[in-house]
């Protein structure tokens, strides 16, 4: 079979126009010299967990930010790097396929190219699996030819991909010895490049030569924090997502008779929901996240969601489009409890059959009352990340269900007097992980993949490739890099976040801010898109014309730029200093003294462990 | 809720982009004069039941085809209609919505202005249910400028859609006097087009100067026979199917772990599924019709399906992509039989519950064989057509389930040794139903909406409009129209066609020609698409750039222009008669003799009642 990777493929009349779009490159990445400038010593976002976090890492903890700069640029303590000896670098795919993730490969290998035609890349065949047994693929120019641009994995393929237990480890790092690897680069998610990290330490720990760079792929939108603005493949799935709700919705406009319940692939964090609601403003979403906050039980949220139903029907809309994150289930505090019990039989070893008279007495009742189908899907065995095979248990179908039973009985009481309820199911997610990328996919995971390169010719190790200032256009995007430990924390408890993550460091998929400015846009349209019918068709995903540059909805809206405003931040502590040079007098000092002193008080009390934020 | 069709309502970029776009004109339907060429009478499709046919519709059975020509066009006996009094035209939506139907409207209404300002077009709220209760919206291009090329049928709404029962026929009768309308035009399938010719007949009988005009419009792409090329819709929902089946493929080969049984739209016809395989090359798709052809069981099919899945797992491949078209279901024999049944006791009004005890005992023996949640779904009560509600019975995730069990039992046997099988199962339908059309289905739509208005001032009753040549570029469409009636046929017996079609005249759901073309490709590359993986992603529906302007496959391959060819026979006739003029030798005109003396008995007997092809 791996015999099939890489070959030459027929490819459609679209997918050869896209195989011959080049990215363009932003100026800090362009040219044969590697510029880097350091920040400061970065600590890690979990206060409370730092030292934990440095315990683990005593050898990759800590390390400054670094940025690529343009030739041009006139910053004094840069890094030039003009001597590229060839280099071997191996690079694997890592969890769920991601479009645009080809385009790493591709990126990396003309960086590798560009500053030494000696260099090599090799990709691992099959993902993990074929790191540990050194299944490679030499890159090449003839055997990208047909995967530019262009969906899915299947240059490579991926399997169940953890890297992470001591034999796993020792396989990868015994494949980076025999093969001799100058670096190591992993694709994937938050669960891949926490085991990057892990990677990192116990290489250097090794004192093997191989640095590991991790990539924000996924398309969950999960991986995301203080350095990484967006994840490849997130743009192109919301995009394709989109695009069928909002067919949904004119679908559900034209026969008014349907509601249709639609649940999405984005495992625990809502953002793909959030965001495809923000494209084509569907009646109704609800957000794990605000489950979670608001504590609502399935009855809770089978009651809302019936509320509007009949508020609807008073209008004489017998018609809606309704949206689920495929993470609601385990949102939903009774749920979890129960799912929490049956993954402890699991991992016991409990079979299937079992399992149900092990259960406690009130998991059982829930368990009993639930329908079959889903008693059947919350038995599953757990995914390789140790918790809840989330695409394969049909919430919407149960929420349906109980909506539907719910308006029967309201019908039959005469509290609810319209026509009858009819729902149609529907789950997203499949369809659109294998899209061909959308433009900004394209661009920006080949741009990462020049970063990668230059994270290696920096030296640096246990590094994530970062670009931000991504909502703006491609010249202005800044390219740098961010040791993965500063993205950690260490949760000692927590909802369904599977056993092994808790009390370990680990890089955690970011949920869906309540107080952000991304979720405030919802808040503020949720009635009206609940009543009004505002339904928007961002249309299919385009690749010439209107639309081909767009970005998702949330990108726009965010608070970005972290790092730049760390600069900001920094020139304004350089423009006290000038101020307060000696010889200024007596009344700035004591004007500056009082309002630093002040300054550094309210800080220190808000950044002390227990107003950790995480 | 009526007061809400038409409203203008905020559009996406893409949406308002699109709504600027402006279809062209063949050049025969340019300028303010109407020329109308007819044809000779036509006959019906169905030779042994042309009697029939003419006797149920004594005023429009025999009608002759018309052609609308070009102003610097070269034929003697063209009709000029330069006088364009103004009139009032109805417009209504029946069926399914399907991309594209807005653009009849607004294609009609361009038609109606440019021919006299003061001329009236009303469209029906709510489909048939508003022409019965006569609630009309007057098209403004203030109501039209959010709707065009946009997809669904919102702008008017539609219902259950069928124009049949005498009080139903009465009803839209009293519409058409009481808003004095000279045309009434209906947009829709087959099911539609036969109501429309009904109310033609019914208009023509009782007096009402009301013309009837029906328009191909239906994503199932099969109202198709010698005048009909394809359906409005068709296009786009073949499209973004294919789009989201490419994408399953990509996504099938990057993880190598589960087989995409994917359910499409479509009726009981197969050609979705068939465009949708040549556009995308999935490994396996099973058409109804060669299943009925075959008299394949489900046994066999399960058969099939396995084989195909351990002759895969030979070569080490354990993923796939198997389409099914929704009708399948009904194409299956011993299913058939059992769903005739289970719909006679439905149309005797037996409740769900009884029915299971009321079948014929080896009716009773599958449907208990069957797992529950198909045998829930078998008992659905009846679409409108009176045919089985065939997006609502999961077929393929009862062969999922099928050969899951099958698979496990040959692995425990020994006889198939890979590894486990897993399906996920999908429906397309829904999602494409809403989409945006394709630029062809939005030119063709806007064309056969002025070709309405040709029909109209031409005084044709009971016609459709056509466009013939569809695969050539919009320049050279050749525009006209043929009576519904010549595209009827009788069927004394049938399968599944839904008791009330059996033994009446009506317009019948072309299927798949087992012989034809179109077929004939999938059949020399099935083997090809089973075993090598030669998946082909067309991309998303695109409106600038590559791609755009693509059209289907199957109407590449198929043979068309079947009016064009008559022309053709007529010139050949016409040339005989030429050379065998009086003064010709008698050599000369003995061979013609001969000649054409065996060309007319062969022709006879091939069209002869035993010999029908229906």
Redesign the interface.
């Known amino acids: 079979?791996e015999s099939?990777y890489g070959l030459p493929?027929?490819?459609?009349?679209?997918?050869h126009?896209?195989s011959l779009y080049k990215p363009q490159l932003p100026p800090c990445l362009e040219g044969t010299t590697v510029r880097v400038e350091f920040g400061d010593a970065t600590t890690a976002v979990d206060v409370s967990g730092a030292s934990a976090i440095s315990q683990s890492f005593p050898h990759t903890y800590g390390q400054p930010l670094a940025h690529f700069l343009r030739a041009t640029s006139n910053v004094p303590d840069v890094q030039v790097i003009t001597e590229h000896p060839a280099i071997r670098v191996g690079l694997v795919f890592c969890g769920r396929?991601s479009p645009g993730g080809h385009n790493v490969v591709w990126g990396l290998h003309e960086a590798l190219k560009i500053h030494n035609s000696k260099s090599t890349l090799l990709g691992f065949l099959?993902g993990s699996e074929g790191l540990f047994a050194q299944k490679t693929l030499e890159i090449t120019d003839d055997v990208l030819a047909t995967y530019r641009n262009?969906?899915?994995?299947?240059l490579l393929?991926?399997?169940k991909d953890q890297i992470r237990t001591q034999e796993q480890v020792n396989a990868a790092l015994a494949a980076s010895k025999a093969l001799k690897l100058d670096g190591l680069v992993i694709v994937g998610g938050v669960t891949s490049n926490t085991d990057a990290a892990h990677l990192a330490e116990t290489f250097s720990q090794a004192k093997c030569s191989t640095k590991v760079v991790g990539v924000p792929v996924t398309l969950n939108g999960d991986l995301k924090n203080q350095f990484v603005e967006a994840n490849v493949g997130f743009d192109t799935v919301c995009k394709?997502d989109s695009?069928?709700i909002?067919?949904?919705?004119?679908?559900?406009?034209?026969?008014?008779k349907?509601y249709?319940f639609v649940r999405l692939m984005g495992q625990k964090a809502s953002h793909l929901a959030l965001e495809c609601t923000l494209?084509s403003h569907p009646n109704m979403v609800i957000l794990g996240e605000e489950v979670v906050a608001s504590k609502l039980t399935i009855f809770d949220i089978t009651k809302q969601i019936c509320d509007a139903v009949q508020a609807r029907a008073e209008?004489?809309?017998y018609h809606g489009v309704i949206l689920l994150p495929e993470g609601l289930i385990e949102s939903i505090p009774e749920v979890n409890a129960l799912l929490q019990e049956i993954h402890r039989f699991l991992r016991q070893g409990s079979s299937k059959d079992k399992i149900p008279s092990q259960l406690s007495p009130w998991a059982s009742a829930l368990f009993q009352f639930l329908p079959p189908?889903i008693r059947e899907e919350l038995l599953l065995y757990l995914a390789s990340d140790d918790s809840a095979q989330l695409s394969q248990i049909e919430t919407e179908k149960l929420l349906a269900v109980l909506v539907e039973a719910e308006m029967s009985k309201r019908l039959k009481e005469g509290t609810y007097k319209g026509k009858k309820f009819t729902a149609?199911c529907?789950f997203?997610g499949?369809?659109?992980?294998?899209?061909?990328p959308s433009k900004f996919d394209c661009d920006y995971a080949y741009v990462l993949g020049h970063i990668c390169y230059h994270i290696l010719a920096a030296g640096l190790n246990g590094y994530m490739a970062t670009v931000t200032n991504l909502k703006d256009s491609l010249n202005k995007w800044r390219c740098g890099a961010a040791p993965i430990t500063a993205m950690m924390a260490v949760k000692e408890y927590g909802r369904a976040s599977g056993s092994m993550t808790i009390g370990k460091p680990v890089v955690h998929p970011a949920t869906v801010d309540l107080r952000g400015k991304v979720y405030e846009v919802l808040k503020q349209n949720a009635t009206k898109f609940l009543m009004e019918?505002?339904?928007?068709?961002?249309?299919?995903?385009?690749?010439?014309?209107?639309?081909?540059d767009?970005r998702t909805v949330s990108l726009h809206i965010q608070d970005l730029d972290y790092m730049g405003r760390i600069k900001e931040l920094n020139a304004y502590l350089d423009k006290v200093r000038s101020i307060v040079k000696p010889g200024c007098s007596q009344d700035i000092l004591k004007a500056a003294l009082s309002a630093m002193s002040s300054v550094a008080d309210v800080l220190s009390v808000m950044s002390s462990p227990s107003n950790g934020t995480i």
């Open positions: 079979m099939d493929r027929e490819l459609s009349h679209m997918q126009a896209r396929q099959g262009q969906g899915g994995y299947d393929g991926r399997t394709v695009q069928l909002s067919n949904l919705c004119t679908d559900a406009l034209s026969a008014e349907y249709y494209q209008q004489e809309k189908f149609i529907h997203l499949y369809q659109a992980r294998g899209s061909l019918d505002m339904y928007r068709n961002p249309g299919p995903l385009q690749f010439d014309g209107p639309g081909a767009s």
